[in-house]
């Protein structure tokens, strides 16, 4: 289990590690501060690929959720209901006619996304902005959206199992399908 969500921390205290051996190499010139130096600069090339190589449950949803999202902007049927759970049925039928109705023009621009994780990271809740033109009900236009979608760890794979519309300023719930 990775200590931090990101690498970041450690490779920042790696990189001021390496700076102060570096300073001190130049200030009495002996070979262990510059080899100690060189240690800080593989361990932080080591937590890099450390990083990369592992995948956090946090970062399994966002993806699932740029997949959901890239699904839906191609209006891609099935794709787009691989991601919803089958114990949402009247989600799912949402869904269905969301793809039926809407249109985006263009792409979506994903913003603000927080994820969270609870109940032992079988259930997720994820927090985003979603803006960019779309075309329903005969009207067109760019309108800045914000959503709540709730996933919950099926078989392995993350669902959605509840999805909410929010107002984008202040949060309250909204209708989904309306302007």
């Not at 700076?19 to 600069?41: A, E, P």
């Not at 932080?44 to 946090?58: A, K, M, P």
Request: hydrophobic residues 45%; glycine residues 8%.
């Amino acid at each position: 289990m990775w200590v931090t969500e990101t690498a970041i921390p450690p490779m920042i205290i790696c990189s001021i590690l390496a700076v102060v051996l570096f300073v001190q190499y130049y200030l009495r010139h002996q070979v262990k501060y510059i080899v100690g130096c060189l240690v800080m600069i593989g361990a932080i090339v080591g937590f890099y690929f450390l990083e990369q190589s592992i995948i956090t449950e946090r970062e399994r949803v966002e993806a699932d959720l740029y997949g959901l999202i890239g699904a839906f902007e191609k209006k891609e049927v099935e794709p787009t209901l691989n991601y919803i759970s089958r114990q949402a049925p009247g989600l799912r039928a949402l869904v269905q006619t969301a793809l039926n109705l809407v249109t985006i023009d263009g792409e979506l621009r994903i913003t603000d996304v927080l994820t969270e994780l609870r109940s032992e990271n079988s259930v997720a809740t994820t927090h985003f902005r979603a803006n960019g033109a779309a075309t329903f009900g005969g009207f067109s236009g760019s309108s800045p959206t914000r959503w709540e979608l709730t996933w919950q760890k099926m078989g392995g794979e993350w669902k959605v199992t509840k999805a909410s519309r929010l107002n984008p300023i202040t949060g309250e719930p909204l209708r989904v399908m309306s302007r």
